[in-house]
């Protein structure tokens, strides 16, 4: 894990990118290997490369994070990358596999309310995709959706949204 960590952060050649998030988003399906990749320090690494323009090392990125966010340490850590995530969902062409990678992410980062008030802005954006999007985007929306209407807190940013 270590040294695809390293790997991530020497190279900027997209296809070793991807396969090496791969490979460490398979290995964080397991909780002990979440600890691990926080531990190292990879959970930076991989936020980093949110902010890459090759939108299959972000997608990559994304699931890899989704899979690391299984954990509430990762969570707290994780978090400060939701407005990115949100832009990235946002910017990102309808129903692509990126968009929904995204989607992913914010659906386990918002099954607590910790973080939900930074996903405010993106409600409009939300909305739109469950106008918009197909069956698949639309479900990923919902889960994302219910899960911020879970707070009382977020009633009145759900009902004035602009659409």
Partial sequence: LQKLIHLLQ??????????????LSNSAAF???QDIIRN??????????LSDCVPKVK???L???????????????IQVY??????NVESAPLNSDLQLAGLRLLTNMSVTSD????????IPCLLHLLSEGTERTQIQVL????????????????????V
């Avoid at 900027?12 to 791969?22: S, V």
């Avoid at 699931?63 to 850590?77: D, P, R, T, Y």
């Avoid at 939701?82 to 832009?87: A, L, W």
């Fill in 59 to 61: 997608e990559k990125a």
């Fill in 82 to 87: 939701i407005v990115q995530v949100c832009r």
């Fill in 115 to 122: 973080y939900h008030n930074k996903m405010i802005n993106s």
């Fill in 31 to 33: 909780s002990v290997n």
């Fill in 10 to 23: 020497a190279t900027d050649d997209p296809l070793i990118q991807e396969q090496a998030l791969i490979t």
């Fill in 143 to 162: 889960k994302v959706l219910v899960n911020l209407s879970a707070n009382p807190a977020m009633t009145r940013h759900l009902l004035r949204a602009k």
């Fill in 63 to 77: 699931n890899a994070l989704n899979n690391l966010s299984m954990n509430i340490k990762n969570q707290e850590e």
């Fill in 40 to 49: 190292l320090g990879g959970l930076s690494v991989i936020g980093g490369m």
